[in-house]
């Protein structure tokens, strides 16, 4: 039964914006995050800021949760609403509103798509680098609630690296903008960096000041191939440690470049057992010269061979086929599992080395890809949730990699957030007294806990 609160919002914003449909609360209860989902009373599409604070004080007054939602490409359920209450959708507010082509900025709404903001900026010789795998579809807005990376991280950064400004709504409708459009602003604490990847938890953001960079003026596209994926990992720190800092540094082994070739037919050779795509960009000259220190690179850990992409077109398809690695793996089984540790990325090897044994040792198939340069790796288990006693050895697997990942000196997540999936494991990564004082923060800006409940702290 619609809840009154639901009528009161309609009252409010009108009924094309409040969706509460069997379907539309269905399709919400859901992101991109396998084995979880909770279904909303409403959802609320905003299409100005007027909304957003207009469904803040009112969940404010009704005492009702409120999740921030982009795309919902999210893979901790940051955006899933495990309280019920409104899911706040900002794809609507989809506006670039400024690109300042004269002091390197982009002022956007939440909802921009990423790639949409690539092309716009790009038409004018400008950057923006942060690329996540999702970023056809991911919007800004979960890009600086998530602090996403991606394949031109290593180089450039990440998303938190490129934010100047937020303006961000809190829970009781009030709206402060932190940060400017200066290269330089230490006025006050650093609220905009705190804000970045906060997960929904503190407040909604709905304009967002981007840093550009100028367009680099060429690159070139290895793709080496192994027969040992430990040679691969090798390969990773022997290019980092001879000073040279690709733009990409990507890995992916054999079981996912099998699943990206059933998926994309490139031609990916499908008897090596992994695969680096290494991308140097910037000045022709430096270029040139980073490329040689690669080849050296891979050749000194028995690269099988090395290809160079000819054309612009066959590296964007190496690049796609990357991207894809998620998708294509997620179609071979029913149930697709993605992790997302981090170590420093002289542990890489003996990383790959232990989540190769788990896997064996509890019958479990794990394709392992990711942002090697960034130390970032996604063993991710094909599995079906029917079968239960393959999903508790699934996570006793994952239990143990992440175990190892902190040992190791690493991270239980190098980009995904902790959202509900992680929270569990956040206390053994930074300690009952981190805890603690994050929770002191959650409560200044959210004193009844309505913002997103439920994500980033144990239960
Ligand atoms: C195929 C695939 C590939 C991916 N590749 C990468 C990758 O390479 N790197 C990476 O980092 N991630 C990757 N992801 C994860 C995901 O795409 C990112 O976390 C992305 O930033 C989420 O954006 P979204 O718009 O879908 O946000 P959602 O999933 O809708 O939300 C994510 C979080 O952001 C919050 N949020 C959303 N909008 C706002 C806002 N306006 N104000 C405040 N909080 C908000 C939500 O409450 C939630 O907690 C991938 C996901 C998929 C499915």
């Known amino acids: 039964m619609k809840k009154i609160y639901v009528s009161k919002l309609e009252e409010l914003l009108g009924t094309q914006k409040v969706l509460s449909s069997e379907c539309e609360l269905l399709c919400y209860s859901y992101d991109s995050t396998p084995l979880i989902s909770s279904q909303p009373d409403v959802i609320v599409r905003a299409h100005n800021e007027d909304d957003i604070q207009k469904t803040l004080e009112l969940a404010s007054n009704e005492d ?159 793709l080496a191939l192994y027969d040992d994926i430990l040679d691969a990992a090798r390969t990773v720190s022997t290019i980092i440690s001879r000073k040279v800092i690709p733009s990409t540094l990507e890995l992916m082994d054999q079981t996912t470049i099998n699943c990206v070739e059933d998926y994309s037919q490139i031609g990916l050779p499908r008897d090596v057992a992994a695969l680096l795509l290494i991308e140097t960009d910037g000045h022709p000259a430096v270029v040139e010269e980073e490329g040689s220190v690669i080849k050296t690179a891979c050749n000194a850990n028995n690269v099988r061979t090395l290809n160079i992409a000819g054309s ?103 980009e995904h957030g902790t959202g509900i999936a992680k929270s569990k494991y956040l206390p053994a990564m930074v300690g009952p007294k981190a805890i603690e004082l994050m929770r002191k923060i959650k409560t200044c800006f959210d004193p009844k806990g309505r913002l997103n409940p439920g994500k980033i702290f144990p239960v």
């Open 64 to 222: 009702v949760p409120v999740t921030t939602r982009g795309s919902g490409t999210g893979l901790s359920g940051g955006s899933v609403p495990v309280k019920g209450g409104i899911v706040l959708v900002t794809t609507a507010m989809n506006r670039i509103i400024d690109i300042d082509a004269e002091d390197l900025s982009a002022t956007v709404e939440p909802g921009v798509i990423t790639s949409h903001l690539h092309s716009a900026v790009e038409e004018l010789d400008l950057f923006y680098p942060p690329d996540p795998g999702s970023m056809k579809i991911s919007t800004i807005g979960g890009n600086v609630a998530e602090n996403s990376g991606g394949l031109r991280g290593l180089k450039y950064g990440i998303t938190g690296d490129y934010v100047m400004s937020l303006e961000t709504f809190f829970i009781d409708g009030s709206k402060v903008r932190y940060g400017t459009k200066c290269v330089k602003d230490v006025a006050g604490y650093n609220m905009t960096k705190f804000l970045v990847g906060t997960e929904g938890t503190i407040g909604v953001f709905s304009k967002i000041v981007l840093k550009l960079v100028p367009k680099p003026k060429t690159k070139k596209t290895f």
């Open 312 to 414: 612009s077109q066959e590296s964007d398809e190496l690049f796609t086929a990357r991207r894809m690695a998620l998708s294509a793996l997620a179609r071979s089984k029913p149930t697709t599992i993605l992790e997302d540790i981090t170590v420093p990325r002289p542990a890489i090897p003996e990383m790959m080395a232990s989540i190769k044994e788990v896997a064996k040792r509890f019958n479990i198939t794990i394709g392992t890809f990711g942002h090697a340069g960034d130390g970032n790796l996604h063993p991710t288990c094909l599995t079906d949730e029917r079968d239960v006693d393959e999903i508790r050895r699934v996570h006793e697997a994952y239990e143990i990699i992440f175990e190892k990942a902190i040992n190791l000196g690493g991270t239980i997540s190098g």
